[in-house]
């Protein structure tokens, strides 16, 4: 027997589901890159250019699973540049990062006008053909799609990767102090270099989702402050992936809940309910992080800070 309430409940879950997918992937990302000592700035262009590359690429191939590698591979492209900036040459990381972000504004800019407003299949429909046909109750539990999933598994993975790994626990050695994670013989730029280039692509797959899955086609400056958010929910979160996720379903919420005050019979205005969503989660994550004890703690020892094998 249908039920209506039942059936709400459900659509408002998986709707918030969907709208904090692309900042759990692109939290987790840069949660790991920041667990090994490295801060990357750069998210929010990160994410703008996997969106406008697996868009590009899903396409002109037809196939969106080549849409997400390429996504995650421009991604982790341009943390590579990072990377090499920061890590080799030993650039300012916090200025890198900007720039990394400035970049991938202009880029994606350039790089999606011939895509602007070029509107797609979403990607569950694209994995089930018949949705539009399906129940209002199957449509609904069909579109948590793969990449909904993931990102649901990605903080249980990386924290059991963290927590209960000999690697995990060589990266988060290395982010609290790379000068004795160095005298124990562990390569540090290496490990470093990869956990950058994991972020990136994960900011890559994140920003892949919003032109893919969630609003399939490309506009320009599609990713409207995930990245910056993203950020935000590692330091607050205390830098524990399932704090960040509490945070992302909390914008999510926010987010569906503000589309939907009509609908309950209250009334507001279209710029509120834009600015509701970033507000409501950084209200919430100031009030979490009063707590600086715990905030200095859990942060790692040496993020932020150049390493050299000579200094």
């Known amino acids: ?139 609904q539990l069909l579109l948590i799609d793969p990449l909904v999933i993931l990102a649901v598994a990605s903080p249980v993975l990386v924290h059991l990767f963290l927590a209960r790994t000999r690697p995990g626990l060589i990266l988060r050695a290395t982010g609290e102090s790379h000068e004795v994670a160095h005298a124990f013989g562990y390569k540090v730029i290496r490990i470093r270099l990869l956990a950058t280039l994991f972020g990136g692509a994960m900011a890559g797959l994140g920003g892949a989702y919003l032109s893919l899955a969630y609003t399939p086609m490309w506009t320009e400056n599609m990713v409207a402050g995930r990245g910056w958010i993203a950020l935000a929910l590692v330091v607050f979160s205390t830098w524990k992936p399932f704090w960040l996720v509490l945070g992302a379903l909390l914008f999510g919420f926010v987010t569906i809940a503000g589309f939907q005050a009509e609908s309950w019979g209250i009334e507001l205005a279209p710029n509120l309910v834009a600015t509701l969503p970033y507000l409501a989660t950084i209200l919430v994550l100031v009030l979490i992080s009063r707590d600086k004890v715990r905030l200095t703690l859990n942060a790692p020892a040496a993020l932020g800070k150049p390493f050299h094998p000579a200094g």
């Open 1 to 139: 027997m249908h039920n209506p309430g039942l059936a709400m409940c459900l659509a408002l879950l998986v709707a918030t589901l969907r709208a904090a997918t692309p900042l759990i992937l692109a939290g987790i990302g840069e949660l790991v890159t920041e667990k090994s000592g490295v801060l990357n700035l750069g998210v929010e262009g990160m994410m703008l250019v996997g969106a406008v590359t697996g868009f590009a690429a899903t396409v002109t191939t037809g196939n969106p699973f080549l849409g997400i590698l390429a996504a995650m591979a421009a991604g982790a492209l341009m943390a590579g540049a990072f990377a090499f900036l920061t890590l080799t040459l030993l650039a300012n990381q916090v200025a890198t990062g900007l720039a990394l972000t400035i970049f991938g504004v202009g880029f994606s800019a350039l790089a999606g006008a011939p895509f602007q407003s070029h509107p797609i299949p979403g990607l569950a429909t694209l994995l089930f053909p018949d949705l539009a046909t399906a129940s209002p109750l199957l449509q």
